[in-house]
């Protein structure tokens, strides 16, 4: 990387938090309100005025501050990506049921893509659980909790699928494979249930050493993906596709993607 591109992904990585502030202001402000109003999308998901406040925030800040950037996010739609312009990803609230119901696992996802596809800086914001976890390619993953200093993050060590902790968002959108991951349930360590971000960041954190979700779009997981990787972790689709464009994720320390991978796959097994 050359000292311009260096500075500039300093200048990147400061302003994602910045983004990160303008979120959380909003999303707390909005959180367990009375008088929160929540839709219905076409896809039989929910989305509150909360969800579109803070995109189309992040989206004015982001046409102020970097005009020639692209931006892609939930709820405003995702312009044509093909050309040579860089990316903002854009996940206002990842996990709008929980945030619908109270309950305080749901993050703002903000991710920056060069225009090949790939992920170079990546922030998660979860202000009702008090953690943000941030990454820049190159310069490793991170977590602040309650506002504190930041401490470097890494994946687990565990080698072996006998010995590993997984989390998975539910048991639905596996298809074919479904059979599979429930066999593997009873083979391996521990499994919960935990879901969404969180799943991902345990696994970047070196809590959790698997998590897996089968049906996802590319703001769930574009943040997910570098925070995880430069964590030490692999991140890629069930397929084994590497990073967020493949439609699903899963996410681990490495040591286990390939076990994990024959396991719900057996058309990869030798």
Known sequence: MSQTSAEQLQKDFQLV???ADLADAITMKRYQSLDLIIETKPDATPVTDADKATEEAIREFLARERPNDL???EEFGVPDLTGDQRYWIIDPIDGTKNFVRGVPTWATLIALAEPN?????GMVSS??????????KGEGAFVSVNGEEAKRIRTSQVKNLSDASISYSDLIGWGERLN???DLQSKIWRTRGI?????HMLVAEGSVDLAVEPQLALWDMA???IIVREAGGQFTNIDGQPGPHGKSAISS???LHDQFLEAINPAMRN
């Open 180 to 182: 599979a991951f429930i």
């Open 223 to 225: 943040a997910l993906d």
């Open 127 to 136: 202000p009702a659980l008090f953690r943000r976890w941030f990454a820049a």
């Open 195 to 199: 879901g969404d971000f969180w799943s």
């Open 17 to 19: 938090h910045q983004l």
């Open 71 to 73: 931006v892609a996010g």
């Open 117 to 121: 596809g790939e992920i170079i800086v």
């Open 253 to 255: 320390n490495g040591l």
